[in-house]
Structure formats: structure tokens, C-alpha cells
T-cell receptor, first 113, second 114 residues
Framework: KAGVTQTPRYLIKTRGQQVTLSCSPI?????VSWYQQTPGQGLQFLFE???????NKGNFPGRFSGRQFSNSRSEMNVSTLELGDSALYLC????????????FGPGTRLTVT | AQSVSQHNHHVILSEAASLELGCNYS??????LFWYVQYPGQHLQLLLK??????LVKGIKGFEAEFIKSKFSFNLRKPSVQWSDTAEYFC????????????FGAGTILRVKS
């Protein structure tokens, strides 16, 4: 099976812009979670989607949003970008209801200038 | 608030030395425990997991971990490390009622000297 894929892999944006990141989970997986990884804060949970519904949400401002499509692919959107949003954004997929392990994609490296 | 603590941020070992990385979590109830590894330039990979049953779990590449419920701990071990084990190791926890929300520790950077 192909692994989790994320596009684009690298992105440079300017403060105030918005950005959309995409994630394709492993075939058959219904849960997609998003994480932010930074040197200062480490790995932090953004949100999880399961069967097109947001099931869990982390402690991030409303500028961070996501959605999941019927084929389980997911997108996350960040509006009004700030310098502090520069990070590696990781997507993870899981077969479905927990407990299951999550499989991570390579991430999208976002740089905000 | 739930949290996961990893005791060492940096560990340097010589090849063939034994490894133990500590991990503690701060809340009770039913938990699922994971160790992930991030090799240089690669994405996060699952080393091992604990859901229930035998508290001593074995993972890939000779790693094992022991869940001690009374100590809220899930320490990672390997009897003899190799240069290729150089990586960053993350302990993580989920609680069933919170779906797949992984709470990660800060990570431990392991450098193995050849």
C-alpha cells in the first residue's frame, strides 16, 4: 500500500496570506489527523477528521481549519498567516476508531516571511 | 491538562551500549502508548505500541518498552544500540475517548557514536 502523501512538500508564503495543505491517507483509512511540529513547541495536535466529521480539535486559533472529503482525503487551511505559523505540518492516517496506530506522512514545510 | 514527559533531551551513546529512554504521562484512565522515531531526513515512524495485555511490548529493530501502570511510565529500551539508531525518539499517548489525538513528549535526540 502507498503511504500517506502530502502536498506540497515545501511552501513559502507572506504574512497575511492564506494557505491550503493537502493530505491523502493510506487507502482504506478513514481517520486523518493534523499536527504542527516546531523546534520550540514540538509536536502539537491540530485536529482529527473521521468520516468527514471533525472528531477532535487541539488548542489552535480559528485561523486553522480543516475538512475531509468522502474519499478520506483531507485539507487544512491557515488564514491570515503569521510568522509563528512557520512549521512542519504533518498529516497522519489511521484505519478508523481508536485504538489504532497512526501513520505519518512526510509533512509540508511552511515558511512564512 | 494531559502531558507527556521525556526525561532526557539529548543522549549520546557508543555503539553496543544499552539504551533506556524514560517516558511518563500525567493522567489516569485508559491510555494507549506509542513510541515513534524520526531518523534524519525521514518522517515519523512507529517503533512500537501498547494498547492492552502484556505490559512488555516488542517493536521493530530490537526495541522494546515496558508499561508500568503504577508509575505512569512507558520506557523504551534496546540492549545494544547501533550507529543507525541515531534519531529523535518521541513518546506519545492517546486516550480512547479522544479518538486519535496523540499527545507527544518533547522528544529525545539520540546520537550513537561509531
Amino acid at each position: 500500500k502507498a503511504g500517506v502523501t502530502q502536498t506540497p512538500r515545501y511552501l513559502i508564503k507572506t504574512r497575511g496570506q492564506q494557505v491550503t495543505l493537502s493530505c491523502s491517507p493510506i487507502s482504506g483509512h478513514r481517520s486523518v489527523s493534523w499536527y504542527q511540529q516546531t523546534p520550540g513547541q514540538g509536536l502539537q495536535f491540530l485536529f482529527e477528521y473521521f468520516s468527514e466529521t471533525q472528531r477532535n480539535k487541539g488548542n489552535f486559533p480559528g485561523r486553522f481549519s480543516g475538512r475531509q472529503f468522502s474519499n478520506s482525503r483531507s485539507e487544512m487551511n491557515v488564514s491570515t498567516l503569521e510568522l509563528g505559523d512557520s512549521a512542519l505540518y504533518l498529516c497522519a492516517s489511521s484505519p478508523g476508531d481508536s485504538p489504532y496506530e497512526q501513520y505519518f506522512g512526510p509533512g509540508t514545510r511552511l515558511t512564512v516571511t | 491538562a494531559q502531558s507527556v514527559s521525556q526525561h532526557n533531551h539529548h543522549v549520546i551513546l557508543s555503539e553496543a551500549a544499552s539504551l533506556e529512554l524514560g517516558c511518563n504521562y500525567s493522567y489516569g484512565g485508559t491510555v494507549n502508548l506509542f513510541w515513534y522515531v524520526q531518523y534524519p531526513g525521514q518522517h515519523l515512524q512507529l517503533l512500537l505500541k501498547y494498547f492492552s495485555g502484556d505490559p512488555l511490548v516488542k517493536g521493530i529493530k530490537g526495541f522494546e518498552a515496558e508499561f508500568i501502570k503504577s508509575k505512569f511510565s512507558f520506557n523504551l529500551r534496546k540492549p545494544s544500540v547501533q550507529w543507525s539508531d541515531t534519531a529523535e525518539y518521541f513518546c506519545a499517548v492517546t486516550r480512547t475517548k479522544y479518538g486519535n489525538k496523540l499527545v507527544f513528549g518533547a522528544g529525545t535526540i539520540l546520537r550513537v557514536k561509531s
